[in-house]
Each structure stands twice: as structure tokens, then as C-alpha cells.
């Protein structure tokens, strides 16, 4: 079956601008994560969703960062006046249901983003 | 949820087994251990994950210690598309979110 999509792939964009960054999850799946990966670095949490609400959102690493998730489904995460240092990979992944039992999470290809 | 060291790079024949290990010394009993790859420019890929008991699926093998303290991931035939980034992680199911954390990884190379 389909995977987790992120669009768009790769993002280009000016210092000051803002993005948004869309992820659809496996569908069925209740829990939705966020990551970043900066160059060379590893795989930074940013927030996470269960259903429509974000119980975590301990990693976004400032208040120009925002996601939201709307239907239990899509998810899109908003970076306002983008700084060169938010230049990263961002990953999103999509598990079952959080809770019961274990669950796996996907992940998606990610979208490459580049702050000029 | 507890920390992991693993080697930073490992080298492999293609062909011969892989196996990576993992430290996790201060695992608690509500703690799986999950096995992650990440192959260039790509998300990760989930390989496997075990609580205590050995696993095995079409990927790879997992052992684990009788003690829990470390585990051994296995590739029983490494190939070419197995190089990539190996994270071992170790989480909690208490706690209120799902959230990986993600170390340094190994870096396996495959050589003909």
C-alpha cells in the first residue's frame, strides 16, 4: 500500500520567508511525527500528534515553527520568517496507534529545505 | 529513554553476515529496543524491534542479551543496498509520546 508522502520534495526559499511543509500519513495510521535532519547531523524530534491534538511538542525549536493536523489526517508544518540555520531535511512519520501495544513508525522521503 | 553507543562505522564483505552491535547499559524493563536504517538521502527505514526475546523477520535478526544490557542486530547476507545508517534505539512505552531518539548510528559499508 502507499506510504507516508511529504510535498514538495525539495524547497528552495529567501531568509524571511515563510514555508509549509505537507505530510499525509499512512492512512489509518493516529499518530504523526515530525523530525529535521541538518546536514551532517542526526535526527532532531520536533513534535508529534495524536488524532488532531499535539500531546508533544517539546523539540519545535522556536515559535516560528507551528505544525497542525487537521481530520486526523494530513499534516502541515509552518516555518515563519526561515532562518539559513532551518536549512534541514524535515521527516515526517506515521504510526498505527500510539498506545497499543508497540507500533512502528514510517517514515516519509522527506523535504529538503534550503534557506538562502 | 535510555542512551545507545554503537561503533560509529563498520566494514562488511557482500555476502557475509553483518552484524552490528548496540550498548544499551541502562535499559529499563518497559524498554524495547528498535533497529532503524537509513540509506543516502532517504527517510528511515524500519528493520525490526524486540523487548527480550531473540527476533527474526525478512530483514534481519535481533538478539538481545539475557541481561537486556546490549544486542546484536543481524544482516544474514549483507548486499551492496544494505550500506547505510544503522540507529539502534531504545524506548519506553510509559511514556506519553511515541518520539525516536535517534543517536549517531553506524555507518556500515557493504564492499564487493
Known amino acids: 500500500g502507499a506510504g507516508v508522502s511529504q510535498s514538495p520534495s525539495n524547497k528552495v526559499t529567501e531568509k524571511g520567508k515563510d514555508v509549509e511543509l505537507r505530510c499525509d500519513p499512512i492512512s489509518g495510521h493516529t499518530a504523526l511525527y515530525w523530525y529535521r535532519q541538518s546536514l551532517g547531523q542526526g535526527l532532531e524530534f520536533l513534535i508529534y500528534f495524536q488524532g488532531n491534538s499535539a500531546p508533544d511538542k517539546s523539540g519545535l525549536p522556536s515559535d516560528r515553527f507551528s505544525a497542525e493536523r487537521t481530520g486526523g489526517s494530513v499534516s502541515t508544518l509552518t516555518i515563519q520568517r526561515t532562518q539559513q540555520e532551518d536549512s534541514a531535511v524535515y521527516l515526517c512519520?506515521?504510526?498505527?496507534?500510539f498506545g497499543v501495544g508497540t507500533d512502528t513508525q514510517y517514515f516519509g522521503p522527506g523535504t529538503r529545505l534550503t534557506v538562502l | 529513554d535510555a542512551k545507545t553507543t554503537q561503533p560509529t562505522s563498520m566494514d562488511c564483505a557482500e555476502g557475509r553476515a553483518a552484524n552490528l552491535p548496540c550498548n544499551h547499559s541502562t535499559i529499563s524493563g518497559n524498554e524495547y529496543v528498535y533497529w532503524y536504517r537509513q540509506i543516502h538521502s532517504q527517510g528511515p527505514q524500519y528493520i525490526i524491534h524486540g523487548l527480550k526475546n531473540n527476533e527474526t523477520n525478512e530483514m534481519a535478526s535481533l538478539i538481545i542479551t539475557e541481561d537486556r544490557k546490549s544486542s546484536t542486530l543481524i544482516l544474514p547476507h549483507a548486499t551492496l543496498r544494505d550500506t547505510a545508517v544503522y540507529y539502534c534505539?531504545?524506548?519506553?512505552?510509559?511514556?506519553?509520546?511515541?518520539?525516536?531518539?535517534f543517536g549517531q548510528g553506524t555507518t556500515l559499508q557493504v564492499k564487493p
Open positions: 512519520a506515521s504510526s498505527l496507534n
Open positions: 534505539i531504545v524506548r519506553s512505552f510509559s511514556s506519553n509520546t511515541g518520539k525516536l531518539i
